[in-house]
């Protein structure tokens, strides 16, 4: 396990020659010691406004940056950009509310286990080649928009393909730096405003030139195991009861400012974040455990419970089996730390040990071929669809709006036949959910009574849902025999 404050002072006591004061510098909050340490060395390269819980506010030189990015040892910029100094100070004050508002419960075994045996790893292959085709995906250059504007296209292709109109994406525009992120929203059927949110940065990063920056590992294998994880639940056709969203996040790389922005609009406007988890370099395997939990001070060790049971639960042995175990990444050192820092639960599952992990990564040597396997995020595929069914939980369908006046039913020879009552619209489609509130087939209709073949299904309780034209709807159980 190594600590990303023992990263930077070993680098910084080998060249601990003064560094020309130039470029612009940067507002942040970072490790109290590390800041400490930092400004006994570069007295002039680094402002120390106030320390307070750990954390510093601090002024650091571009110059400074660039050397502590591209020689610690560990993953991400070591430190989070605040807009201000007033914003910096105040960072510091801001106290976590780790409680998660929801029972994190495991009850989901036969839906989840379907999902899990859908993961494509030649999916996740192929989208790590299209992101590191871009060359680099560096917040400021051209082609980092241009990757963000063709996954909102591939996510809008599989919604569109998917028929649903419960999905959606956006794109969201940053102040502190050109490039957007994208969203990808599936709306809560019962709960939309519970958030269930997973994410990854979608940008990169190289040393010594932004130009030559494919980030395979860091980190076009989070994105692409994102990808697989919501290609799954839409072939499934799994609706939510809360709202999950998936998150491509612009410029974590120079200080989490995408993340950053989003999670504290988030929380000025009291959106009810019940959990995020964060993907961030996937692909490598360079330890003897395969996921590994980071325990620093600023994750939910609740949330790290639950995907260690889901794990226990789902990966302990079977098709699907992998281990894990436990590490610190440092302080600022992925986007979740932006949800943390804006009181939501967060965790961060990594591929390897800290230390252990891609050596190449923030260089030219980032490529696919250097792991050329995607069988490492499949695993974090299949922990990402383990949390967001048993977080979100499928959609739950009540018989308290059962109205036997409006819709007459009745079964024969496994076909639902119905009828309206009402004659004022017609049928539009009817969905049929099993007594665990999945839904297992629907049908699109145009009429005021007909039938609809069920004889694939085992005899049972059911649950019908009618919508019809007039956006009234009617739900109402039934046997099939
Ligand atoms: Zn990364």
């Not at 800041?35 to 006994?40: D, F, L, P, R, T």
């Not at 499949?378 to 959609?395: H, M, S, Y």
Request: hydrophobic content about 40%; glycine content about 6%; charged content about 20%.
């Amino acid at each position: 396990m190594k600590k990303f404050t023992s990263g930077i002072v070993a680098f910084l006591l080998f060249s601990a020659v003064a560094i020309a004061q130039q470029g612009t510098s940067v507002y942040a909050t970072m490790d109290a010691t590390d800041a400490v340490s930092i400004k006994e060395l570069f007295p002039n390269e680094i402002t120390i406004f106030e320390s307070k819980h750990t954390q510093a506010a601090v002024l650091i030189s571009e110059e400074l940056i660039h050397k502590i990015h591209d020689n610690v040892k560990t993953h991400g910029p070591g430190y989070i950009f605040r807009a201000s100094e007033e914003k910096a100070i105040q960072a510091l004050d801001r106290t976590a509310n780790r409680n998660p508002l929801v029972d994190f419960t495991i009850t989901e075994t036969t839906f989840v286990n379907e999902c899990l045996d859908l993961v494509d790893g030649t999916n996740i292959e192929n989208d790590i080649l299209d992101l590191q085709s871009y060359g680099t995906r560096y917040h400021n250059k051209p082609q980092a928009e241009q990757a963000v504007l063709d996954q909102q296209a591939k996510w809008d292709a599989m919604i569109l393909a998917s028929g649903r109109t419960d999905v959606h994406t956006r794109i969201y525009e940053h102040v502190n730096t050109p490039m957007p992120s994208v969203i990808l929203t599936i709306d809560g059927a019962n709960t939309p405003n519970e958030f269930v949110i997973i994410g990854g940065h979608i940008d990169s990063t190289a040393s010594p030139s932004n130009n030559d920056s494919s980030g395979a590992d860091d980190n076009a294998s989070g994105i692409a195991s994102l990808n697989e994880m919501v290609r799954v639940l839409l072939e499934k056709d799994f609706v939510p009861n809360r709202t999950i969203e998936v998150m491509a996040f612009a410029a974590e790389e120079i200080g989490l400012v995408g993340s950053a922005e989003i999670a504290e609009e988030y929380a000025n406007n009291g959106i009810n974040v019940a959990a995020y988890v964060q993907f961030d370099m996937t692909g490598y395997q360079g330890s003897n455990s395969d996921i590994y939990l980071t325990t620093d001070w600023y994750n939910s060790s609740t949330l790290n419970n639950y995907l260690a049971a889901l794990m226990d639960n789902y990966n302990a042995s079977g098709a699907h089996s992998f281990t894990y175990n436990y590490t610190e990444c440092g302080y600022g050192c992925s986007d979740h730390a932006s949800w943390a820092d804006n009181g939501f639960a967060a965790a961060f599952p990594f591929e390897a040990d800290f230390g252990e992990h891609n050596p190449n990564i923030h260089t030219s040597a980032d490529t696919y071929s250097f792991f050329n396997t995607p069988e490492h995020s499949v695993k974090f595929a299949k922990l990402g669809l383990e949390f967001l069914i048993e977080a979100a939980k499928p959609q739950i369908l009540s018989v308290d709006d059962f109205s036997e006046n409006a819709i007459r039913v009745f079964v024969k020879d496994k076909t639902l036949n119905y009828r309206l009552n009402n004659t004022v619209s017609n049928v539009k489609e009817i969905s049929v959910y099993n007594v665990a509130g999945q839904k297992i087939f629907s049908e699109v209709m145009n009429n005021e009574e007909g039938s609809v073949q069920l004889q694939q299904f085992a005899q049972g309780f059911y649950i019908a849902h009618f919508t019809l034209e007039n956006g009234h709807a009617f739900t109402t159980k039934f046997i099939l025999n």
